[in-house]
């Protein structure tokens, strides 16, 4: 694969409820989606971080200039394009962490979308599908959901394999 263009697409997704920590109150998550063009397919990927740096160290404006101007320029000077490549190539930038996150995974959705491949048979999905779990933090889900903390092996995760 062939890097063609890059684009950062800003959005402001509304949150379903207002998400409460010490840091204060967020109602939607203002960030930007990554969107890779290739020579054989597109790929997407949401940047983690917040649009200031009170949580963590990277934020939104900050990922950006990184992006721009350190992470993707040796992005494109990579003889073929594949997810694999880019901890080696991205290596001489010290940190920014969710910023080569973004752009690795928005590199990886375009290269499965290359080969037609899901990121479940990428990871080696077990029998049909997985069963739900419980996400922490949830206050409006049923005492029933929860169970205690313990190894989980993929046979207690997923289907029948």
Known sequence: MKLERVEIVHV?????SPFRTSFGTMTTKDTFLLHVVTDTAEGWSEFAADPEPGYC???VAGAEI???DFLLP???ALPVLAAAH???ATDGVKGH???KAALETAVLDAELRSYGMSLATYLGRCGSGCRPGCRSGSSRR?????TPWRAISPRDMCGSS
């Not at 049923?142 to 929860?146: A, D, M, Q, R």
């Open 142 to 146: 049923s005492p029933s959901c929860w």
């Open 57 to 59: 160290s990277e934020f």
């Open 86 to 88: 880019l901890g080696p």
């Open 97 to 99: 962490e969710l910023a």
């Open 74 to 76: 040796r992005v494109a």
């Open 66 to 68: 990184v992006l721009r």
């Open 12 to 16: 402001a997704i509304p949150l379903v």
